[in-house]
């Protein structure tokens, strides 16, 4: 079984951050830019799934909502955690739960937000603007944290041995996010939205 990172990035962070967390798992991992592929991986082979998206006015892309939308029930059926990149740290908890459904934030036995960064020459006028009124940041800018991305693979990592030897997935397991439920769909997205 693989570990499968599902991305949306409109300016090549979030990229980053799947590109890097896929270096640091101790896995085969498959990266998939839901943008590209909205259809998703081939489900059946993987048994973890990270999925990450950014902030953008304090919300995220339509397609990625989509996206979990139409593969609810897979995502549903596996081992699970979630990151955002949002630059506003104190709007950390508040922007995960408007990025992710409460339900798979029930589900994910990990979440995090990784920070941001920008690169004022790669926005639009109109963006630029917005940008400096939802941050008042005029320069470019970086919280992301290494660390924090290094720190969520060694709990993917811990969370997939642990469930290897047997013991949950070993992370602060949820009631339903055990291991023996990562393959067997339960809930059908139409029951949830
Ligand atoms: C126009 C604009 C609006 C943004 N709004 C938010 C926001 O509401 N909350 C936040 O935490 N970060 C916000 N950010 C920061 C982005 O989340 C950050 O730059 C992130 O790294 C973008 O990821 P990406 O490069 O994968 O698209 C904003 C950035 C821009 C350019």
Do not use: H
């Not at 989509?66 to 593969?71: A, D, I």
């Not at 029930?106 to 004022?120: D, I, K, S």
């Amino acid at each position: 079984m693989s570990t499968v990172i599902c991305y949306l990035s409109k300016r090549g962070t979030t990229e980053y951050c799947a590109k890097r967390l896929a270096d640091l798992i101790d896995d085969s991992v498959e990266i998939v830019d839901v943008r590209k592929n909205p259809v998703g991986p081939d489900w059946s082979a993987c048994d973890t799934v990270i999925l990450g998206v950014p902030i953008y006015g304090g919300d995220i892309e339509r397609e990625f909502k989509q996206f979990v939308r139409e593969n609810w029930r897979y995502i549903m059926a596996k081992r699970l955690a979630l990151f955002i990149c949002g630059m506003l740290e104190k709007k950390s908890e508040a922007e995960i739960k408007t990025a992710y459904p409460e339900q798979l934030l029930r589900r994910a036995f990990l979440t995090e937000n990784f920070g941001g960064r920008v690169y004022q020459d790669k926005l639009g006028f109109f963006e630029r603007i917005a940008f400096r009124m939802v941050t008042k940041i005029k320069e470019d800018y970086s919280n992301l944290s290494e660390e924090k991305i290094a720190a969520f693979a060694e709990r993917v990592n811990a969370a997939r041995s642990a469930a290897a030897e047997g013991s949950g997935d070993g992370a602060g397991s949820k009631a339903d996010s055990g291991d023996e439920a990562a393959n067997k769909p339960k809930t059908s997205e139409k029951e949830i939205l």
